[in-house]
């Protein structure tokens, strides 16, 4: 189960992601504009979980960054956690 505390500390590392520098390259910056764009809608999902997975690729993530990006993959995966949750206002 997923804890409230953990939601809000992946959203702040989400939060982070998408104003960058990491993940870098265009196909994050698409990401991002996607994200501003239509976060709601199955593009702006999709353009969540390219952004989390890209983050555990660039080095220009931080460790402690990574290590919760990781753990709120885990959780999207176990199914304990939609992406859109990340992206809601808080």
Not at 29 to 54: D, I, N, W, Y
Request: with cysteine; glycine share 8%; charged share 30%.
């Amino acid at each position: 189960m997923v804890t409230p505390d953990e939601v809000r500390r992946w959203s702040e590392v989400f939060d982070r992601l998408r104003r960058g520098p990491a993940p870098r390259g265009d196909q994050f910056e698409m990401c991002r504009e996607v994200l501003a764009s239509a976060p709601g809608t199955p593009e702006g999902v999709e353009a969540a979980r390219l952004l989390l997975e890209g983050a555990m690729a660039d080095s220009a993530t931080s460790i402690a960054d990574a290590q919760e990006v990781m753990r709120a993959l885990r959780a999207i995966g176990r199914g304990e956690l939609e992406i859109a949750r990340l992206f809601e206002p808080r």
